[in-house]
């Protein structure tokens, strides 16, 4: 994260290893007090962001990436330093939380 602001992305492959889409409804960081799902959409030759409410990652790979689907972490409860680690929970609408470890890079 750049000095003098508070918010950074969050890219990666997940993969779903079972038979039936996983539904995420909330997304948790120890790290970051809010965590969200965001679109990134062109209109009019502007890129915007829209926040989706849930997360449907069907058997298989899902990926989160730049100009696609990223997870927006913002409002950092700790600095934040390139080469740690922040901890990322999906939480499913089964109540299942599934935990991650992100490692930071500098871009
Ligand atoms: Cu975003």
């Known amino acids: 994260m750049p000095p003098g602001t508070n918010m ?5 492959r ?3 290893s079972g038979a039936d889409t996983i539904e995420i409804i ?10 969200s799902l965001h ?3 062109v209109q009019h030759g502007t890129s915007r962001m829209k926040e989706l409410m849930h997360w449907s990652i069907e058997p298989g790979a899902a990926v989160l990436e730049p100009g696609g689907l990223h997870l ?3 409002q950092p409860k700790r600095e934040i330093v390139v080469g740690s680690t922040v901890e ?4 499913s609408t089964a109540g299942q939380g599934y935990h991650f470890l992100l490692k930071v890079e500098a871009h």
Do not use: P, R, W
């Open 8 to 12: 950074t992305a969050a890219y990666g």
């Open 14 to 16: 997940f993969i779903n």
């Open 39 to 41: 679109q990134t959409m």
């Open 72 to 74: 927006m972490l913002m």
């Open 88 to 91: 990322l929970t999906l939480i």
């Open 26 to 35: 909330s997304f948790e960081s120890d790290s970051f007090a809010s965590v």
